[in-house]
């Protein structure tokens, strides 16, 4: 193996090299090709087998001796070589903290401080201020979430669908065979065993409540929840309403939702196992970024994968106490609905997570996730035969078709008029009724809501699923994370949702209605009331208003007061049920989400519905155990430098992290805390809309890249001299200072570099206009604060978004002056958010001469030359010490020297 100094010292700019190495009759044995590409050394060898005398690749000397003859290199030298240098490099760029004990292996310590203290701190600081106020702290992040919704719901619903179409492109490309892993390994779970473990950390307990509550939702009106635009279609038929609140409960669980974690998984898989690199988040960019992720910016990304991983596992521990403990008060009316039954039951999930994330990934996550599974899979063939199978497959078919037909015109839905306002004067346009529109908030709670918070939990459970998914083909990769879990959730929405809407027309059938009984005040009447309708409402209705329902019952039972009271027997659904045939029917659209459930399972009988609801109860604990061990071992991988095996004690300090911030949080804030940190994390997740997005981008790279041929892999087309984060992840005071004085001399520097590249001696018309555009900014915005011109700031955009496409377009021309591959979108994106590092990037690159060797030459060859020829030099020592290291001597036994031109290819 290589020294640390064998791997050469960092420079920018990419110098590829072949060494060629021949036999005595001159064919070839190897091509070694050495390249630095963003500043890190990638190593490939291509050799030829012949008569399967394979060299030892332990025996370093054996590989300069034989340098003269015809050897056969064994496959495996190739893997195991770029895996050293690889993990060479990462433990030299990685920040590290370890500590081995002696004697007690689970005592050791393997983390890297700094992006472990940075979480921890800005988590505690985040519970802190949501438990001293909690009503303040969930205002401002719900009023966050809704100001994102209404100025960016068109890049949500936009970038699910690039997503979703860039994976099916994938799936179906010539890359869809390439392993995530070295092409001989081999998956290291069953498919049984690899499905039913991302699916229970992926889905959670998320289809549990809402695959009953969901369809419901969007088929009934509702008075919490804004309404679609469809039910309040008063012209739509009953039926067609059933049938599109089954398709928006589709979409929401479909195809755009798990896409999320197939692009974090299959990145992180193909970067991790293919490429030996940590399994972490900044891995991701490496195809990007290179070695620039092993800093600051790699430890940020990873941070803000902690923080929104633990917030998202935290909250769903609460919340799902919450909804664990309404399931144990609707089987045992004893136990009582509070928040020390809900700290028990967060704390009895803690400590099973943590006796099963200690007991690691093939033991303890594999078996709870088995056993979660077949629970679902249990529960869901149960209910399908005691209902109607024909009417449910039947709706399964239905509602794939309607899937199918629908889903670009639904995905691509923004909501646009809703959100803009009521259609006043719709009435004089014709129309019979001018409040049949959508309200403006449903996209904000509903179809938005949704996206952030599957991309939320995208780090977390693409990491996981990554880290269970060596060895497997990106096409099955695809199938397991992708087609198989949107086919068995909408199998699964279809059974529990189809029995709902069922049930909830029944119950309007036997006249059942939603009452607005308040409990807490029904003790307080006396019989001297019963005989005033008015007054006796004013007490038991809530905030002493009855709607229609209570007010029909309380008039048909007036002068009966004992009757009713032994009828409500303190129970809120007296009026919502009903027992048919020893069957209890239930108006479901008149209970909240954690009820719901039991309720439709109470719906088949005494002893059934008995049976159902206790595994439910299993079912329940168990996909909460699932998230929560596996939320901790992706938590300490993280901080732990992508850890394949962190050591024991970190485990067991995330899962008491993540149960102890939910119950803090329960504690203290109850309900509304853990709403302000549900709701938090959804607003972190904004960043990780754009992060995805160029994620796919980072995908097509990196799979483009590894299917070239050896000879072509790592060479690196033309680029800019010098990197746009070169300024930060270099730590180049100089360019540091020329970043922040672009910020006020950008117009002048740009215009310097429109006039060059125009060929032109005269920049002063392009620096005025740029200055004009820039200056107008801030300008149009004072005008529009301190005067109070309406329309102010939108000429201020419109001058910002003129000032960056002229950025853009000397962008553009400079990478065709010199042959730079990229795209218009691209360097637009670029120059909106980093307009001064462009700026400082086409000064530096026409500061170096390539601008003029490119007009006067238009070969590659020596332009790529000219820029790097003072890294050429230095490439050939590092190779020549690489050859050293393996037993040879730098430029002979067999290695043609840098001097042969003959035999080096530069590119």
């Not at 001399?745 to 429109?754: A, D, Q, T, V």
């Amino acid at each position: 193996m290589p020294s640390k100094q064998d791997l050469g010292s960092s420079h920018g700019g990419s110098v590829p090299t072949i060494i060629t190495i021949n036999n005595e009759e001159g064919e070839l044995i190897e091509d070694k090709l050495l390249t630095k590409s963003n500043g890190i050394h990638k190593e490939k060898m291509r050799k030829k087998k012949e008569d399967g005398n394979f060299l030892d690749p332990s025996s370093a000397t054996d590989l300069t001796k034989d340098m003269g003859k015809y050897t056969n290199f064994d496959k495996n030298w190739d893997d195991k070589t770029s895996m050293c240098i690889r993990r060479e490099r990462t433990q030299i760029t990685n920040f590290w903290f370890k500590y081995t004990h002696p004697k007690y292996e689970f005592l050791s310590i393997r983390l890297n401080p700094l992006t472990t203290f940075l979480s921890l701190f800005i988590i505690i600081a985040f519970i802190v201020m949501c438990i001293a106020e909690p009503e303040h702290a969930q205002d401002m992040f719900l009023n966050l979430k809704r100001n994102i919704t209404h100025l960016f719901t068109w890049l949500y619903i936009g970038s699910q669908d690039i997503r979703a179409i860039f994976i099916i492109w994938l799936y179906f490309s010539k890359y869809g065979n390439m392993k995530l892993g070295k092409d001989k390994d081999k998956p290291e779970f069953s498919d049984a065993e690899w499905f039913s473990m991302l699916f229970a950390c992926g889905i959670g307990i998320g289809l549990f409540f809402f695959s009953v509550s969901e369809p419901l939702r969007h088929y009934t009106i509702s008075e919490v929840l804004p309404n679609n635009r469809f039910i309040n279609d008063a012209y739509l038929p009953d039926n067609t309403l059933a049938q599109i609140a089954m398709n928006i409960t589709f979409y929401h669980w479909g195809l755009h939702a798990w896409v999320v974690y197939c692009v974090v998984g299959i990145i992180l898989a193909f970067t991790s196992f293919r490429w030996d690199l940590p399994l972490t988040m900044k891995s991701c960019f490496y195809p990007l970024i290179g070695e620039r992720i092993f800093g600051w910016l790699g430890d940020s990304i990873d941070v803000l994968s902690i923080i929104t991983t633990i917030f998202g596992v935290c909250t769903s521990l609460g919340i799902g106490a919450i909804q664990v403990n309404a399931g144990l008060h609707f089987l045992v009316p004893s136990i009582p609905d509070s928040t020390h039954v809900q700290m028990l039951i967060i704390w009895t999930i803690t400590f099973c997570a943590t006796i099963s994330v200690v007991s690691g990934l093939r033991r303890g996550i594999r078996r709870i996730s088995q056993a979660s599974f077949m629970i679902g899979v249990f529960l869901m063939l149960v209910v399908m035969f005691l209902d109607q199978p024909q009417y449910i497959l039947n709706l399964f078919i239905q509602t794939l078709g309607y899937y199918v037909q629908n889903i670009i015109q639904l995905s691509f839905h923004c909501d646009a008029f809703e959100q803009l306002s009521p259609s006043y004067g719709s009435t004089e346009r014709g129309r019979v009724d001018d409040t049949s529109d959508g309200e403006s908030e449903w996209m904000n709670e509903w179809t938005v809501f949704y996206w952030s918070w599957w991309i939320a939990w995208s780090p977390f459970v693409g990491a996981f699923i990554a880290k269970i998914s060596r060895g497997r083909t990106i096409r099955e990769f695809i199938h397991g994370s992708l087609t198989a879990p949107v086919m068995f959730s909408f199998l699964w929405i279809t059974v529990f949702g189809g029995s709902g809407i069922k049930m909830e027309r029944a119950a309007a059938h036997q006249g059942l209605c939603c009452p607005n009984w308040d409990l807490t005040m029904f003790d307080h009447i006396t019989p001297d009331q019963v005989d005033n309708k008015e007054e006796w409402g004013s007490f038991i209705c809530r905030n002493g208003s009855c709607n229609p329902c209570s007010s029909g019952i309380i008039q048909s039972s007036i002068g009966d007061y004992q009757n009713l009271t032994g009828m409500i027997n303190g129970t809120v659904e007296y009026g919502s049920t009903h027992k048919v045939n020893n069957q209890q029917i239930t108006r479901l659209s008149c209970h909240n989400k954690e009820t719901m459930w039991f309720f439709l399972m109470a719906s088949y009988g005494d002893i059934y519905g008995s049976v159902l609801s206790m595994v439910s109860m299993m079912g329940l604990f168990l996909y909460l155990l699932t998230s929560s061990d596996s939320g901790s071992l992706i938590i300490d991988t993280l901080a732990s430098n992508g850890d394949n095996e962190p050591p024991v004690t970190q485990r067991i300090f995330w899962a008491l992290v993540e149960g102890a911030c939910a119950t803090s949080l329960l504690a203290a804030g109850g309900h509304s805390a853990l709403v302000a940190i549900q709701t938090a994390s959804i607003v972190a997740a904004f960043p990780y809309t754009l992060i995805l997005n160029i994620l796919c981008v980072s995908i097509y790279l990196g799979i483009t890249q590894e299917s070239k041929d050896a000879s072509e892999r790592y060479i690196d087309p033309p680029s800019f001299s010098i990197g746009l984060l070169d300024f930060v992840t270099t730590w180049q005071p100089r360019l540091m200072k020329e970043t922040l004085k672009n910020v006020l001399m950008g117009p002048y520097n740009c215009g310097n570099c429109l006039a060059r590249i125009n060929r032109s001696k005269h920049p002063l018309v392009w620096q005025v206009t740029l200055s004009m555009l820039l200056v107008g900014l801030p300008v149009f915005y004072a005008i529009e604060l301190q005067l109070g011109i309406p329309g102010s700031t939108s000429i201020a955009w419109t001058c910002y978004f003129g000032f960056v496409l002229y950025v853009t377009g000397a962008r553009v021309l400079l990478r065709l002056r010199c042959k730079i591959p990229g795209n218009m979108i691209a360097d637009f994106l670029i120059c909106l958010f980093l307009w001064p590092t462009v700026i400082v990037q086409m000064s530096e690159h026409i500061a170096s001469g390539a601008l003029d060797l490119a007009e006067s030459s238009p070969d590659r060859n020596s332009l790529d030359c000219h820029l790097d020829r003072l890294s050429v030099d230095s490439e050939m020592d590092n190779i020549a010490k690489l050859y050293s290291g393996f037993g040879g001597s730098g430029n002979g036994d067999g290695v043609q020297g840098h001097d042969q031109d003959n035999d080096i290819t530069k590119v």
